[in-house]
């Protein structure tokens, strides 16, 4: 007899999901993530009117701190390869602004995450909004070049799918550490830029620098009309489930950049 078949389903955005779904959400899968959409919400309330009344950081790390050093690693190298090639400046420079925001949360939270994974895979987890296919998630997309970059700089397989996992994940409502700290972080660092999430326990001068070094140019329209269409185009997925009950597209495109 062959070895027992699992019962136990892959994680929502894991690249075993992704291979087996294409990122379709089923209809039990969509009901576990209002939770996380609602809390996401909430947060995003309080964090924009914790900018707009100039909250402190509740730590004294400054910029100096909190900038990350840029890994010179073939796989960052690659990435950034792909990167050029596949995305347009805005969403390149919106993927460096997530790698430097997930960075410095990762840091003030006293998280562990690999520095050369999350820089790379920043790099490259939008490649797929401007690249989409009817019925497959973008970020499938994504992490199909973050498996080419990976291979290109001969990664071992387990970090790969560490990559990939969390490029795969990190548009899953309510993600936890727990799940993916990779994608967690990317999360963290793609919301900070795009809806101010969390933003405030950035210092301001960091913010100012990373909209200088990489700056925003029209960032949220482009990502918006993105986020639209894929929402369009996988009617079951998460894209799809954040703009319907979420309004993400909308939010990107009206919220005013975080400065």
């Known amino acids: 007899m062959g070895a027992p078949i699992s019962s136990v389903k892959p994680a929502i955005g894991s690249w075993d999901w992704l291979a087996q779904t294409n990122g379709n959400l089923s209809a039990a899968e969509r009901a576990s993530l209002v939770p996380g959409l609602m809390k996401t919400f909430g947060q995003f309330v309080v964090d924009r009117l914790r900018l707009a009344l100039r909250a402190a950081p509740r730590?004294?790390?400054?910029?100096?701190?909190?900038?990350?050093?840029?890994?010179?690693?073939?796989?960052?190298?690659?990435?950034?390869?792909?990167?050029?090639?596949?995305?347009?400046?805005?969403?390149?420079?919106?993927?460096?602004?997530?790698?430097?925001?997930?960075?410095?949360?990762?840091?003030?939270?006293?998280?562990?995450?690999?520095p050369e994974l999350l820089h790379?895979?920043?790099?490259?987890?939008?490649?797929?909004?401007?690249?989409?296919?009817?019925?497959?998630?973008?970020?499938?997309?994504?992490?199909?070049?973050?498996?080419?970059?990976?291979?290109?700089s001969r990664l071992d397989r387990d970090k790969a799918l560490q990559m990939m996992t969390g490029i795969g994940s990190h548009i899953t409502p309510g993600l936890r550490y727990e799940s993916s700290p990779l994608g967690f972080y990317i999360q963290a660092g793609a919301m900070a830029d795009l809806a101010g999430l969390r933003a405030w326990e950035l210092p301001k001068d960091m913010r100012s620098r990373t909209g200088q070094s990489y700056p925003r140019q029209d960032v949220h329209l482009v990502l918006s009309r993105c986020w639209h269409a894929e929402a369009k185009a996988v009617p079951k997925g998460r894209a799809h489930f954040a703009d319907r009950w979420g309004a993400f597209s909308h939010l990107i495109r009206l919220v005013p950049a975080v400065r």
């Open 59 to 114: 730590h004294s790390l400054s910029v100096d701190d909190l900038w990350p050093a840029p890994p010179d690693t073939q796989l960052c190298r690659h990435a950034l390869e792909e990167a050029r090639e596949l995305q347009s400046l805005p969403v390149l420079n919106h993927g460096y602004r997530t790698w430097v925001f997930g960075s410095a949360l990762a840091k003030i939270d006293g998280a562990q995450v690999d």
């Open 120 to 152: 790379a895979a920043s790099l490259l987890h939008d490649v797929g909004l401007e690249h989409i296919e009817p019925n497959v998630c973008f970020t499938k997309k994504s992490g199909e070049s973050a498996r080419a970059a990976a291979e290109r």
